[in-house]
């Protein structure tokens, strides 16, 4: 996929194939600027790729597939906490009553419960965060596709949004492709890990995240979790290396 403008072309990615197993955790990890957010978009098929393709094999059935779950661009600051959650189910005819109940569940399980009639100007960040979580699995997508939600947070609230993420995938199990540049985060929270090569990005190598659930400080296996970092560490170094020889 390669993006055109004022004459120039950038390629953002280059025969870039990806396998992602049903109902799986799988992050997406690489250099800034390979294209990880270019590849998510275009599997959401919000983005049309000026030159390339993208083609996603789908599965029978008549949910959505795919949605994408942006940081707070995602809810509407003019929509309360409830009309929010409900939106997606809203857009797929699903009946008031019906879609109001759903929500509120979903607002309860992200500890919102208090909250459905506020404005996004009355939550803080890591609010605002829980209603773009909980309206993502009140829609129920078979595919959810997240960049980098937890990005502009701080430590203590991203371990717990980590959390709660996690937890609602494990009761409502889907296909997660999680786009991050927290190295950390990505082994905490994947299944699998994809590390991308620099620009024009394609998968340098995919790294299975041996590590059992649920991964609390109690439970986790902590020689092992920075074992898998150091592996994220050495292949990026050597990405981002190679292409340094080539220039
Ligand atoms: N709308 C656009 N028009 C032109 N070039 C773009 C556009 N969007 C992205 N690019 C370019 O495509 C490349 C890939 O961008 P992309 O945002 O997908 O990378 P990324 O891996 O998500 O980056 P980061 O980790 O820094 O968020 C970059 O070189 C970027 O400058």
């Not at 590849?39 to 029978?60: K, M, Q, V």
Request: net charge negative.
């Amino acid at each position: 996929m390669a993006y055109q403008s004022n004459g120039t072309t950038v390629q953002a990615l280059d025969g870039m194939e990806l396998s992602v197993r049903d109902r799986e955790f799988f992050c997406l990890l690489g250099p800034s600027g390979c294209g990880k957010s270019t590849f998510l978009r275009g599997l959401s098929g919000l983005l049309e790729p000026d030159t390339g393709t993208i083609e996603i094999e789908e599965s029978a059935a008549d949910r959505p597939k795919s949605r994408l779950v942006f940081q707070e661009k995602g809810i509407f600051p003019w929509k309360t906490v409830l009309e929010n959650v409900a939106f997606g189910l809203k857009m797929r005819d699903v009946p008031t009553q019906k879609r109001r109940e759903i929500a509120r569940e979903y607002i309860r399980k992200v500890n919102l419960d208090g909250f459905e009639d506020a404005y996004p100007h009355q939550l803080s960040g890591g609010m605002k965060q829980r209603v773009d979580i909980a309206r993502a699995f009140a829609n129920d997508p078979e595919v959810l596709l997240m960049d980098e939600p937890f990005g502009d947070l701080d430590a203590q609230t991203k371990r717990g949004l980590q959390a709660e993420l996690i937890r609602l995938w494990r009761e409502r199990p889907k296909t997660v492709v999680y786009v991050t540049h927290d190295i950390e985060e990505a082994v905490r929270l994947g299944d699998r890990l994809g590390v991308m090569t620099d620009r024009p990005g394609q998968i340098a190598e995919v790294i299975d995240v041996d590590l059992d659930r649920p991964r609390t400080r109690e439970t986790l296996d902590f020689a092992r979790f920075e074992a898998l970092q150091n592996r994220v560490w050495s292949i990026l170094d050597t990405v981002v290396n190679d292409t340094a020889g080539q220039e």
